[in-house]
């Protein structure tokens, strides 16, 4: 549903997008991670038409952004950075106003009005001017505005930013219950929603596509993958760090203090192997008086660090 084949986008002095080759199928969603200036938002506002390329091409559904964008719109949704809105305007005088630009009009346009508000859940603010509106209504004003004409595609950048918790919850739910009849790319900062909403994430740092995988793939990239945390009484931690050190499989112990007089040790496998059924033969024979026993899958955040600055992945 969308194809870019080495994208590229310069503002004078700066490449802000270097040749991104990528595809989104449909029933996908796709994340968007990177540093503030990577270029997410600009390789966005060119698949959605909104910026010429320089260099490559994008094309959403077969039709190229630059030679078809109408063809290309049609099928798009789009939530821009920052969700901007007329102010002085109504939630549903904007969105009666996005819907008679594409087309739609009489009952069928209230009807899809109706549904965007009811999905967004605007119902309850569509007559108070958008201006007065709290951030996170401002910006769900922006997704109804994008899900008008039930797109194809969607194209969304940073959905969940500025929603509370249960709005966020709620937008979440709302993508992953769109997600198998579209093909969705979010970019986003918030990496635990990689893991609750995107089936794909690709990372962008200076323009370029620098990894690609699932969730699960980045978190096996981490030095937490299949770490061992074990919480014990404080007096215990350093001869059972020891121990543990002790194993072959074992690149390093960290130690921390949990509060209550006792320690958390976390136990970071040497290249991600498999440490927890070592640990626990060790704690029965040993009979550690160990009181929580946790298997971390790894740390997003330690894996995006580690690809974008070069800090170390897993030992
Ligand atoms: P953020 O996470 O902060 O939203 P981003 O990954 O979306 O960042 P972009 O907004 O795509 O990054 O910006 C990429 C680079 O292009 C930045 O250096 C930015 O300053 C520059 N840039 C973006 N739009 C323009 C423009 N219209 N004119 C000049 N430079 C621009």
Same mark, same amino acid.
């Given at each position: 549903?969308?194809e870019i ?13 270097d *040749?991104?080759?990528l !595809?989104?199928? %449909?029933?996908e ?8 200036g ?6 966005m ?7 010429? /390329? ?6 959403v559904? *077969?039709?190229?952004v630059?030679d078809?964008?109408?063809e290309v719109?049609r &099928?798009?949704?789009?939530? /821009? ?7 002085? @305007?109504?939630?549903?005088g904007f969105l %009666?106003?996005?819907a ?5 009009s #009489?009952?069928? &346009?209230?009807k899809?009005?109706a549904?965007?508000?009811?999905l ?5 603010v569509l007559?108070q001017p958008?201006d007065?509106?709290?951030? #996170? ?5 922006g997704?109804?505005q994008?899900l008008?004409?039930d /797109? ?7 959905p969940?930013d500025?929603?509370d918790?249960?709005?966020k ?9 769109m ?5 969705i790319?979010?970019s986003t ?5 990689v893991?609750a909403?995107?089936a794909r994430a ?5 323009g370029?596509?620098?990894?690609? *995988?699932? /969730?699960a ?8 993958h ?5 919480v014990l009484?404080?007096?215990h931690?350093?001869?059972v760090a020891t121990?543990?050190r002790?194993q072959?499989q074992?690149?390093?112990?960290e130690?921390?203090d949990?509060? *209550?007089?006792q320690a958390r040790?976390t136990a970071?496998? !040497? %290249? ?7 640990? &626990?033969? @060790?704690?029965?024979?040993?009979n ?6 946790h298997?971390? &899958?790894?740390? @997003?955040d330690?894996v995006f ?6 800090a170390?992945g897993h030992?």
């Amino acid at each position: 549903m969308i194809e870019i084949e080495n994208l590229g986008k310069r503002f004078g002095a700066i490449q802000a997008v270097d *040749g991104i080759t990528l !595809k989104v199928a %449909k029933g996908e969603v796709l994340g968007f991670l990177g540093p503030n200036g990577a270029g997410k938002s600009t390789t966005m506002k060119m698949i959605a038409c909104f910026l010429a /390329p320089s260099a490559g091409t994008a094309r959403v559904c *077969g039709f190229d952004v630059v030679d078809h964008p109408i063809e290309v719109k049609r &099928r798009l949704g789009y939530l /821009p950075e920052g969700a901007p809105a007329y102010p002085d @305007m109504t939630p549903l005088g904007f969105l %009666k106003f996005c819907a008679e630009l594409r087309g739609f009009s #009489g009952a069928d &346009r209230m009807k899809r009005i109706a549904r965007a508000a009811e999905l967004t859940q605007l119902s309850g603010v569509l007559q108070q001017p958008i201006d007065t509106l709290s951030k #996170g209504f401002k910006r769900r004003v922006g997704l109804a505005q994008a899900l008008l004409h039930d /797109p194809a595609v969607l194209i969304l950048d940073e959905p969940t930013d500025g929603l509370d918790p249960n709005q966020k919850h709620d937008v979440r739910n709302l993508i992953r219950a769109m997600a198998p009849e579209k093909a969705i790319v979010i970019s986003t900062h918030i990496l635990e929603e990689v893991d609750a909403v995107c089936a794909r994430a690709v990372i962008i740092a200076n323009g370029r596509l620098v990894a690609d *995988g699932t /969730p699960a793939e980045f978190e096996a990239r981490s030095r937490h993958h299949n770490a061992v945390s074990l919480v014990l009484p404080a007096a215990h931690a350093a001869s059972v760090a020891t121990a543990i050190r002790a194993q072959a499989q074992v690149a390093a112990v960290e130690q921390v203090d949990a509060g *209550g007089g006792q320690a958390r040790l976390t136990a970071l496998p !040497k %290249k991600g192997q498999d440490i927890a059924a070592t640990l &626990r033969d @060790m704690i029965a024979d040993k009979n550690w008086p160990v009181t929580e026993f946790h298997i971390e &899958r790894g740390r @997003m955040d330690e894996v995006f660090r580690a690809i974008t600055t070069g800090a170390n992945g897993h030992a």
